[in-house]
């Protein structure tokens, strides 16, 4: 479950002024499109969260290291080689046959 942003108890950071903060945190410096990216549409199914105020998209430092934590114990896709993906349609090719679809 996520957790929603607590402005009470978290640092507000603009989103352009995360590139820099991240570099800080990792040493490599995403760019300013990437970090919209993880705002709006979010990589690998996790998003940055965020907030609007005054007309400006803030995100928090806090909110920066739960997206890292998030992202980090994600599973990747399992990739299937053209060899597997061949066998599963000869097998559902197969399946189709006997059930005389």
């Known amino acids: 479950m996520r ?3 607590d402005l009470e108890n978290e640092s507000a950071l603009a989103i352009n002024e995360t590139p820099a903060y ?3 945190l990792t040493g490599r410096r995403p760019g300013l499109s990437t970090c919209w990216r993880w705002v709006l549409r979010g990589s690998g ?6 907030f609007l ?3 400006r998209r803030y995100t928090t430092k806090e909110a920066v290291a739960r997206f890292f934590a998030r ?3 994600s ?3 399992p990739v299937r080689t053209p060899k597997q993906r061949e066998r599963a349609i ?3 090719e197969r399946e189709l046959a006997e059930a005389g679809i």
């Open 3 to 5: 957790k929603a942003i």
């Open 22 to 24: 991240v570099q800080r």
């Open 45 to 50: 199914g996790t998003k940055l969260d965020s």
């Open 53 to 55: 105020l005054g007309g």
């Open 71 to 73: 992202e980090s114990r």
């Open 75 to 77: 599973d990747p896709a």
């Open 90 to 92: 000869s097998a559902a």
